[in-house]
């Protein structure tokens, strides 16, 4: 089992930024495939970003076309945590934000039915 807990979540004006943190435990990090999802009221779960465990594909990243050039994924392997560093906020970018976890190697990363492992979700919102 694998527990992941967000935080970081707030509220920010139009072209601020804010970053997301999610703490996990149970199981080795670095071998957890980490990614960032975001559902908005009315909407499916989106793909934010992933990041790859080191030992499928060193740490690659990948990350969804409306979110390239302004959000980072990043990964802390000592301390295990995964971190959303969101900058140039916009108010789309307004969601319910989750972390999720899979230690499958080969796994499509951005498919929310790939991941086992999902925290409880912190809300982002980006007002104008």
């Known amino acids: 089992q694998v527990q992941l807990v967000e935080s970081g979540g707030g509220l920010v004006q139009v072209g601020g930024s804010l970053r997301l943190s999610c703490a996990a435990s149970?199981?080795?990090?670095?071998?957890?495939?980490m990614a960032w999802f975001r559902q908005a009221p009315g909407k499916e779960r989106e793909f934010v970003a992933a990041i790859r465990a080191l030992s499928w594909s060193g740490a690659r990243t990948d990350y969804a076309d409306s979110v390239t050039g302004r959000f980072t994924i990043s990964r802390d392997n000592a301390k295990n945590t995964v971190y959303l560093q969101m900058n140039s906020l916009k108010p789309e970018d307004t969601a319910v934000y989750y972390c999720?976890?899979?230690?499958?190697?080969?796994?499509?990363?951005?498919?929310?039915?790939?991941?086992?492992?999902w925290g409880q979700g912190t809300q982002v919102t980006v007002s104008s």
């Open positions: 149970g199981r080795n990090f670095i071998s957890l495939t």
């Open positions: 999720a976890a899979d230690p499958s190697f080969g796994l499509k990363v951005v498919s929310a039915v790939e991941y086992n492992y």
